[in-house]
């Protein structure tokens, strides 16, 4: 196991979100930490807010009250002069509007805004600074053998951050997961993965160029790492992960390269599909970015169904027909 070196308490890292009393993202009852950046750009991403790895300006038109009730961000804030007000007979509202080609996300704005519409998404924190508020849930991870999990954005891009919050949850007897794309140095990933006793990983695509048109990239490293991930960390425990989209990846023949990529070592316990869901659509628009996958749905239960029995074969399990 790798130490960490010198007083890492003082270290700050971007932090997107806390939640509180997840099920879903590691064993138990958990406490997510969402980090921002991420180096991938999938078409689906449910959380595009994370994707820049500095705090950035968020804004909701619902929320504003408009020029003539408000118009305070209008005054003189913003020292880019992004914000302003669409001519009358283009909109009907006088609702503010930005200009993200000029905003920089300076934040200068968002104090002035009694409404709650302009707000920044990250904030730095602290390690101890989070810690203390993950361990306000101790009693919950007690009972239900649950721990802190980190997620993104890409969690391991802050890899000093993640692997000191990792240590310092194991160092108050918190159990530790990652959700992770795996698309970092492996360096980076060197530093967290000692630290770290279940890895939720995803596996989007096998195909190199599919893998390139969806995310951006092509999976090669992210294959390199897993391996190197399995072989150089048996004691922690793998969980493969496929977030199913329709036309994209929902098909036998990605499930089973998949399946033949991870079954050789034992330390991979599972795989599971995540069912495409549109949950994140309304936050293109508050950073003023356009959500590219309109035309797509969730997966079908028979096409989740059919897709699951493979896995529950693979892994020697009853089938019951999907989760």
Known sequence: MTHLQGNTKALTGVVLNIQHFCTHDGPGIRTNVFLKGCSLRCKWC?????????????????????????????????????????GAGDRPDDKVRINWDLCTNCGQCIPVC?????????????????LDEVEQDASFYRESGG???LSGGECQLQADFAAALLAG?????????????????????AKVLPHVDTVLHDIKLTDPQLHKKWTGVDNSRIRANLQKAYETFPEAKFIARTPLIP????????????LAFIKPYKNVVDYELLPYMRFGESKYGFLGKIYEMQDFNPPPPETMSRLQAIIDEAFGRHSSGGR
């Open 247 to 258: 036309g994209v990846n929902d098909d036998e023949e990605h499930i089973r390269a998949t």
């Open 114 to 130: 009694p409404s709650n519409a302009l707000y920044l998404f990250g904030q730095a924190l602290t390690v101890d600074q989070v």
């Open 169 to 189: 949850a194991h160092a108050r007897g918190i159990n530790t997961t990652i959700e992770t794309a795996s698309n970092v140095p492996w360096e980076f990933m």
């Open 46 to 86: 449910s959380n595009p807010e994370s994707i820049n790895a500095k705090p950035e300006l968020g804004y909701n038109p619902g929320k504003c009250i408009g020029e003539k009730q408000c118009g305070f961000c209008l005054k003189g804030v913003c020292p880019e002069s992004a914000i302003h007000v669409v």
């Open 147 to 149: 721990g802190i999990t």
